[in-house]
């Protein structure tokens, strides 16, 4: 006779030790993850020199936008389109996983924070009703224990935020948190000091459920790392003082400096005899000085005002250092040259960008295929069979034009290496997944209106071609 066990209603000793652990972690790199959002949103804290700026304008404060410009432009070229089997089978499964949980639209949201942040992590579970469920989870609220030697994931807590509370009516003072292991997930709730399970889920997979999106991964660092780098920071901070070098220039010495010599006290006065101010002194248009008792009539000069452009130079000379550290075009960062850039200098300074995404591709590839795995092993509560690989199809990263493409598609099409009606010559051509849905249902309607347009051809030639009597061959009324 098998003994019941109760759940246990708070963590276990091996439970509380990763729950510790990881929250150390996740503490650990709250800050880092914070300072690049900061860079990200434009945001930071521009380190003064304290020598050029005068202490009333130390709470002016200049934002240049290119860690998010850098950013944006290599996640517009990262758009998953579809998954389906490298047999070609049938992938509707897939499809309802992908439309269940807005995959697509999500994962633009997923990688711009693996971009910024260098990781993201993507999480499998079970819903009320319906499809397995897959979640984008930020790194601020989630943090994973890495097996480098396997290369899989030992454990992964989330901590969520006070607005995701209502969900368990648990209260904003509270903390909730996500604990997930290879055989279970425990959902608990710190309350007085001391953690109690809410909800726990003994999958019993045998696998840590959540899968991470990392960015610029190395043998040594599997976490990932961001794209605002070190010398992104770097430059950013330091044209933002330019930036703010002209704004004391445009404070101190954007109006050129007039003077005045041999003028009398009389000069400065208004009519009551009350000395003018300095700034209705300097906005006077016409300045009516009288001659002093020598009959000479004053000097009236001024200083030549600040030119900006040796400023502006400086933060062209960064823009032109920082494109290179993001992989962009310079236009893309405001500099412009006075002869503009031809379309074929523009694709090609586009190369390194478009490579740099091609690569994010193949990485990020593998993390969705595992998580689309997870989500069916949940779902069916057995592994997926290893030899039916899932592929992610993704939109060309580069900008080639449609007549290219196309021609391009015609050219394989004519040779024979491709078949011209398949579905590969019309992703060749540049046609998004549900383009080629449509392609093909236009097809199929196409070839059967002509299906049926020839069988009622072929139908009329054989009541043209019967005999005059009918169709059962018997003699007519005609004339003997």
């Known amino acids: 006779m098998t003994t019941p066990t109760l759940p246990l209603l708070g963590l276990s000793d091996e439970e509380m030790q990763w729950v510790t652990l990881l929250r150390t972690d996740l503490l650990g790199q709250r800050f880092k993850l914070d300072l690049l959002d900061s860079y990200f949103n434009g945001e930071q804290i521009v380190r003064d020199l304290g020598i050029s700026i005068p202490p009333q304008l130390k709470g002016l404060h ?74 984008f989870e930020s790194p601020l609220d989630m943090v994973m224990r890495w097996d480098a030697r396997l290369r899989v994931g030992r454990s992964a807590l ?47 997979l045998g696998v840590l459920p959540v899968a991470r999106l990392a960015n610029r991964q190395r043998t040594a660092d599997r976490r990932g790392r961001s794209e605002i780098t070190p010398e992104v920071m770097s430059v950013t901070d330091a044209a933002c003082r330019r930036l703010m070098g002209i704004e004391v220039q ?68 960064y823009a032109r250092i920082m494109s290179s550290q993001l992989s ?20 090609s300074a586009e190369g390194a960008l478009v490579k740099k995404a091609e690569r994010r591709i193949r990485r990020f590839s593998a993390t969705y ?42 050219k394989l099409a004519q040779a024979g290496i491709l078949a011209p ?21 236009e097809r199929r309607r196409a070839g059967a209106r002509a299906a049926a347009g020839q069988l009622m051809e072929r139908l009329a030639q054989l009541g043209s071609s019967e005999p005059a009597g009918g169709a059962d061959g018997a003699p007519g009324d005609g004339p003997e």
């Not at 648990?170 to 948190?177: G, K, S």
């Open 62 to 135: 200049t934002v240049i936008g290119w860690p998010r410009i850098g950013v944006e432009a290599l996640e517009q070229r990262l758009d998953l389109e579809a998954f389906r089997w490298s047999d070609g089978s049938d992938a509707t499964e897939l499809e309802e996983i992908a439309e269940a949980n807005d995959l697509f639209d999500e994962a633009s949201l997923g990688h711009l924070d693996a971009l910024t942040y260098g990781h993201e992590y993507l999480a499998a579970g079970t819903r009320d009703d319906g499809p397995p469920l897959i979640s």
């Open 158 to 204: 989330r901590e969520c935020r006070p607005d995701q509370y209502e969900y368990y009516g648990v209260p904003p003072e509270d903390r909730l948190i996500a604990l997930y292991l290879p055989n279970g997930t425990v959902h608990a709730v710190e309350s007085d000091g001391k953690w109690e399970v809410i909800d726990r889920d003994d999958h019993r």
């Open 328 to 347: 962009v075009p310079p236009h893309m960062l405001g500099y412009t040259s006075d002869n503009p850039a031809s379309a074929d200098a523009i694709r």
């Open 421 to 441: 009606d398949g579905d590969v010559v019309l992703e060749l051509a540049g046609l998004t997944e549900d383009q080629r849905r449509r392609a093909g249902a």
């Open 369 to 410: 295929r595992e998580a689309m795995r997870l989500a069916l092993w949940v779902r069916d509560g057995r592994e997926p069979p290893r030899e039916r690989r899932i592929e992610c199809v993704w939109r060309n990263p580069a900008t080639p034009t449609i007549a290219a493409q196309t021609d391009a598609a015609v």
């Open 250 to 317: 445009a404070e101190f010495f954007g109006a050129p400096a007039r003077y005045i010599l041999g003028a009398s006290e009389s000069a400065f006065q208004d009519a009551d005899g009350n000395a003018k101010s300095a700034w209705e002194t300097y906005i006077g248009r016409v300045l009516a000085l009288e001659r002093d008792e020598d009959g000479n009539v004053p000097t009236v000069g001024q200083f030549a005002a600040a030119d900006p452009s040796g400023q502006t130079k400086i933060i062209d000379l």
